[in-house]
């Protein structure tokens, strides 16, 4: 089966950093995404590994290890807009849609 | 100029209708797919579809159908609608198999 675990919420204050952890166990591995979702609104991507390594975009950085089956999202800086719901997803063959974790709702608080 | 693009953004029908869902993209992708997203958030495949193959989730109740008049459209018909098919459902596309784009999602309602 496929199984993509990420903790269900995140509390967290403005200026912050947090990191958002995503373990994954599935039949094959193709590339890791994370997607950021606002409430009432489509998910967004934000960043897409499949090799091991960070990624750094701005004041988000993602991250692999294949051999763990582990990723993390790291937000700097954060501001209130940043509270959101975070969905790690992982391809697990090419030319298949996207498994996602249940997500991570952030809260940023003042 | 707006992406992936589904109509309509809210669908409110009762039991036993058949209701479809309309899913255009203009980024000349490939390959769309339609997710349904259930009231806990969670975001699940029901169809892939490019212009060669059908990938359907097999979980995916038969009353649902996808139908794809060309490459840029992707719809989605249900028949007999239950209670349980109320969500968000979400149209995507891809280039490539990277990144997804999504629609602003249809949220269902049926009562």
């Known amino acids: 089966g496929q199984n993509i675990d990420q903790p269900t919420e995140m509390t967290a204050t403005e200026g912050a950093i947090v990191q958002i952890n995503c373990t994954y166990q599935?039949?094959?591995?193709?590339?890791l995404f994370w997607y950021q979702q606002h409430a009432g609104e489509a998910p967004t991507f934000l960043s897409y590994?499949?090799?091991?390594g960070l990624e750094e975009k701005g004041r988000f950085s993602s991250f692999l290890s294949r051999s763990k089956g582990y990723s993390y999202l790291l937000l700097k800086e954060l501001q209130m807009k940043d509270s959101a719901s975070y969905l790690c997803?992982?391809?697990?063959?090419?030319?298949?849609?996207?498994?996602f974790g249940k997500g991570t709702t952030l809260s940023v608080s003042s | 100029d707006t992406a992936v693009s589904q109509t309509p953004k809210y669908l409110v029908t009762q039991m036993g209708n058949d209701k479809s869902i309309k899913c255009e993209q203009n980024?000349?992708?490939?390959?769309m797919y339609w997710y349904k997203q259930d009231s806990k958030k969670f975001l699940k495949i029901m169809f892939s579809?490019?212009?060669?193959?059908?990938?359907i989730n097999e979980t995916v109740p038969n009353r649902f159908s996808p139908k794809s008049p060309d490459k840029a459209h992707l719809n989605l018909h249900i028949n007999s609608l239950e209670l349980g098919d109320s969500a968000v459902y979400f149209c995507?596309?891809?280039?490539?198999?990277?990144?997804?784009?999504f629609g602003p999602g249809t949220r269902l309602t049926v009562t």
């Open positions: 980024l000349g992708h490939d390959t």
């Open positions: 995507a596309s891809s280039q490539d198999l990277n990144e997804q784009y």
């Open positions: 579809y490019n212009n060669k193959e059908l990938i």
């Open positions: 590994n499949v090799l091991d």
């Open positions: 997803a992982v391809k697990t063959q090419a030319g298949t849609a996207l498994i």
């Open positions: 599935t039949s094959g591995f193709n590339g």
